[in-house]
C-alpha cells in the first residue's frame, strides 16, 4: 500500500514524472530523518534540556506532516509538477538558515550547506531554475549577513552561481542523454509492438516479463500462466489456436521466445484432409449409385424386360444420385470462389415471399417422406420487397432448412420472418430435431466442420453449405447465428439489411 501511495501514476509525461519520482524519493528520506530525530530525542529526553526536546520533536513532527502533503500533492495531476519541488527547496532553505548565526554564515561556514538546496533544484526542476535558486540564496546571503562590502558576500555569490552553472550544464546533458535513451526505447518499442508475430520474454528462472502487443493480441495476459506451463518446443497448442515457436537464449536475461499463430495453415491442411476425405466418401458412393442403376436399366433394356414403374424408380435414384453430385460440385466451386476472393454477389429488388414459398414448394417432398410439419410465419411489418441477391439468399435458405429436415425426425420445423427494426429484418429456421453438442456448436459454421467422422457418418453432406451460408450472409451485409440443445432442436437466425 505504501509503495502504491510513493509511487507516480504512468499518466504522467515521462519527464514531468521523473521529477515527481525523485521528489517522493526526498521527501521519503526527510520524513525518515524527521521520524529518526523524534526516535532519537524521545530516547535522550532525560539527558538534554526539555525545552528543546519538545521543540525538536514538535518541528519533526510539524516536518513529516508537511512531507505527507507535499506527497500528497505530488501524486495529483492538478497539482503542477513543480509544486511539491519549489515547497521542498524553501523547505531546504528554512533549514540551513537555521544552522549558523549570521556571523558564521557571514565567515562562509555555511556556504558548503547552500550547494545542497541548488543541486536538489537542478535535479527536480528545469535546469533552467538553479539559477533562480542561486539568485535567491545569494540574496538570503545579502540580506543575512552585516551590511559590508567584504569579499566574502560576493565570493559566496559567484561560487553559488558556478555551481548552479555547473548543475545546470549536467543537467543538461543528462537529460538530453536521457531523452535520446527513451526515444531509442519509445522506437524499439513501436518496432517490436508493430511485428506481426507474438514476442515473449522470460527470466533466467523462466518468468514472465514482458509482451508485445501482438501477443497480448493472440493470448490474453491472464491466460499467458497457462502458456508457460508447457515447454516452449517447437508448437505450443492452447485452446483452439496452434502457435510455431523459436525460442532464444539471451544472456543475462533469459529467454526470448517468437509466438507465430500457425492457426490458419493447420485449419487450411485439416481442410485440404478434410477435402480428400469428402471427395473419395461423397464423390465415390453417388457416382457408383448412378452407374449401377445405369447399367441395370441398359440390362434390362437389352433384355426387352422393362417394367414401366420399376425403369421409373431407377430413373429417379439415378437422377437423385447426380444432383447429390451436381450439389457437391457446386459446394466446392462456390467454396474455391469464396477462398479466392472473387464470389460476386448481386444487389436488385426480389420478392421475398415468393422466395420462401419457392424453398417450400423445392423441399416439400422431403418433408412428407418424413412426415414433417411446417410453418412458415411473415411478420405483417416485413417488406414484400428486398434488395440484394435473390439466388444466394435461396441458397442460404436451403441449406438452413434442408438441414433441419435432415436432422429432425419427429416434430416439424418453423420458418418466422421479422422485422426486427426499420434497418434490419431476420429469419429464423428453428427445428425439434437432435441438437447440436454445446462443443461443437462454435465451430458449426467452419469449413468441413460436422462433428462426425466422415467415414462413419450417417447422415449426407460434406460440412460446406453453412461456411457458405454464414459468407453469403456476410457478404450480404448480414450476420447468421445457431442456439442449440441436444434432444431439443436448433434455431438459425439470419439477419439481413431490409
Known amino acids: 500500500m ?61 516536518s513529516i506532516v508537511v512531507m505527507g502533503i ?74 543575512f549577513t552585516p551590511p559590508s562590502g567584504d569579499i566574502v558576500n560576493y565570493y559566496a555569490m559567484f561560487s553559488l552561481l558556478v555551481v548552479a552553472f555547473i548543475s545546470w550544464l549536467g543537467m543538461t546533458i543528462a537529460n538530453r542523454a536521457i531523452e535520446d535513451a527513451r526515444r531509442e526505447a519509445a522506437n524499439k518499442e513501436a518496432i517490436l509492438n508493430n511485428i506481426a508475430d507474438g514476442v515473449l520474454v522470460l527470466d533466467l528462472q523462466g518468468n514472465f516479463l514482458s509482451a508485445n502487443t501482438a501477443l497480448l493480441k493472440m493470448i490474453p495476459e491472464e491466460d499467458l500462466p497457462e502458456i508457460l506451463s508447457k515447454p516452449l518446443g517447437k508448437t505450443v497448442q492452447w485452446k483452439r489456436k496452434v ?21 490458419r495453415r493447420h485449419e487450411t491442411e485439416r481442410a485440404r484432409d478434410a477435402l480428400l476425405a469428402t471427395a473419395s466418401h461423397e464423390l465415390r458412393t453417388p457416382l457408383a449409385a448412378t452407374m449401377n442403376y445405369l447399367e441395370l436399366l441398359l440390362m434390362l433394356t437389352k433384355l426387352k424386360r422393362v417394367n414401366t414403374a420399376e425403369f421409373s424408380e431407377h430413373l429417379t435414384r439415378a437422377i437423385e444420385n447426380s444432383k447429390r453430385l451436381q450439389r457437391l460440385v457446386n459446394d466446392i466451386l462456390d467454396q474455391a470462389q469464396i477462398q479466392a476472393g472473387v464470389l460476386e454477389l448481386k444487389n436488385e429488388p426480389f420478392d421475398l415471399r415468393a422466395l420462401l414459398e ?59 420472418v421479422l422485422a426486427s427494426s426499420k434497418e434490419k429484418l431476420s429469419i429464423e429456421v428453428a427445428d425439434t430435431g437432435l441438437g447440436i453438442p454445446p462443443e461443437q456448436l462454435p465451430d458449426i459454421f467452419e469449413t468441413f466442420r460436422r462433428g462426425s467422422n466422415y467415414a462413419q457418418r450417417e447422415r449426407q453432406g460434406a460440412g460446406l453449405g453453412l461456411s457458405i451460408a454464414k459468407e453469403i450472409v456476410t457478404r450480404m451485409g448480414g450476420e447468421i447465428s445457431a442456439v442449440s440443445e441436444p434432444g431439443v432442436g436448433s434455431t438459425f437466425t439470419v439477419v439481413l439489411p431490409a
Not at 10 to 31: G, H, K, Q, S, Y
Request: aromatic fraction near 8%; hydrophobic fraction near 55%.
Open 243 to 263: 502457435f510455431s515457436v523459436t525460442a532464444s537464449e539471451v544472456p543475462e536475461i533469459g529467454t526470448v521466445a517468437v509466438l507465430r499463430d500457425e492457426t
Open 2 to 62: 505504501l509503495k502504491t501511495f510513493f509511487n507516480i501514476p504512468d499518466t504522467f509525461a515521462p519527464e514531468d514524472r521523473r521529477r515527481r519520482l525523485i521528489v517522493n524519493a526526498l521527501l521519503i528520506v526527510f520524513m525518515e530523518v524527521a521520524l529518526l530525530g523524534i526516535i532519537v530525542t524521545l530516547l535522550v529526553r532525560n539527558l538534554i534540556d526539555k525545552t528543546h526536546a519538545d521543540l525538536l520533536i514538535e518541528v519533526s513532527v510539524f
Open 358 to 416: 419457392k424453398t417450400r414448394q423445392l423441399l416439400e417432398v422431403l418433408i412428407k417422406e418424413k412426415n414433417l410439419s411446417y410453418e412458415l410465419s411473415i411478420a405483417p411489418e416485413v417488406p414484400s420487397e428486398i434488395i440484394g441477391d435473390a439466388d444466394r439468399l435461396y441458397q442460404v435458405l436451403v441449406n438452413l432448412i434442408g438441414n433441419a429436415i435432415k436432422f429432425t425426425n419427429n416434430g416439424g420445423i418453423k420458418v418466422q
Open 70 to 143: 507535499l506527497l500528497a500533492a505530488n501524486r495529483s495531476p492538478r497539482v503542477p509538477g513543480w509544486f511539491s519541488g519549489i515547497f521542498l527547496i524553501i523547505f531546504l532553505i528554512v533549514v540551513i538558515t537555521q544552522v549558523d548565526s549570521p556571523q558564521e554564515l557571514y565567515d562562509g561556514r555555511s556556504l558548503i550547506a547552500w550547494v545542497l538546496p541548488i543541486m536538489v533544484a537542478a535535479v527536480i526542476l528545469p535546469p533552467e531554475g538553479v539559477f533562480i535558486i542561486a539568485a535567491v540564496i545569494s540574496g538570503l546571503i545579502q540580506i
